[in-house]
T-cell receptor, first 114, second 116 residues
Framework: GAVVSQHPSWVICKSGTSVKIECRSL??????MFWYRQFPKQSLMLMAT?????????EQGVEKDKFLINHASLTLSTLTVTSAHPEDSSFYIC??????????FGQGTRLTVV | AQSVTQLDSHVSVSEGTPVLLRCNYS??????LFWYVQHPNKGLQLLLK??????LVKGINGFEAEFKKSETSFHLTKPSAHMSDAAEYFC??????????????FGSGTRLSIRP
């Protein structure tokens, strides 16, 4: 099977600090990874598409300077929430695309900004 | 253009009774359709997928779904609910030969509760 690991699974940080979330495809190479945000009791909202070796493509309304995405290798993409504020508190989920066939999702990261 | 509608935000059934979670889609071409399950504070797990093969798709944990083109539906069913089925379920539509998740459309989700 295909496994996507997301770390950390939960994090609490102070307002104004930055938080990095990692998304790894453990047993396959993923040229494309995706980052989603999920508000309580709502569906997933695509934030950005991350391609290995190039700049991420952000969806409309997502601040690229606030949500920094880096996809340095075929197995790792990172999302950094910069200068976090309480309104950034959310559940963040990544997915990795395997051979243009199917997306596999990480277990998610619960971010709480206090 | 594509869209997906989950008709019920919350479904509650008794343990041992059938489960029906409804999903309707709209697509200008033959889509691929998926059902995912999400347990609290967890990621998404694929239950089953339809990709233009058999219209009745069997998934994990006893779930199945039937693609009905005439009704543009892809309802999820299970003959007998188990307490562990309590979770959030998402119906997802994407273009055929899945090529980019930016074209994936998530339904709003249906929360399934199981009564003892």
């Amino acid at each position: 099977g295909a496994v996507v690991s997301q770390h950390p699974s939960w994090v609490i940080c102070k307002s104004g600090t930055s938080v990095k979330i990692e998304c790894r495809s453990l047993d396959f190479q993923a040229t494309t990874m995706f980052w989603y945000r999920q508000f309580p009791k709502q569906s997933l909202m695509l934030m950005a598409t991350s391609n290995e070796g190039s700049k991420a493509t952000y969806e409309q309304g997502v601040e690229k300077d606030k949500f920094l995405i880096n996809h340095a290798s075929l197995t790792l993409s990172t999302l950094t929430v910069t200068s976090a504020h309480p309104e950034d508190s959310s559940f963040y989920i990544c997915s990795a695309e395997k051979e243009n066939t199917e997306a596999f999702f990480g277990q998610g990261t619960r971010l709480t900004v206090v | 253009a594509q869209s997906v509608t989950q008709l019920d935000s919350h479904v509650s059934v008794s343990e041992g009774t059938p489960v029906l979670l409804r999903c309707n889609y709209s697509s200008s071409y033959s889509p691929s359709l998926f059902w995912y399950v999400q347990h609290p504070n967890k990621g998404l797990q694929l239950l089953l997928k339809y990709t233009s093969a058999a219209t009745l798709v069997k998934g994990i944990n006893g779930f199945e779904a039937e693609f009905k083109k005439s009704e543009t539906s892809f309802h999820l069913t299970k003959p007998s609910a188990h307490m562990s089925d309590a979770a959030e379920y998402f119906c997802v539509v994407s273009p055929p030969r899945y090529s980019s998740a930016s074209k994936i459309i998530f339904g709003s989700g249906t929360r399934l509760s199981i009564r003892p």
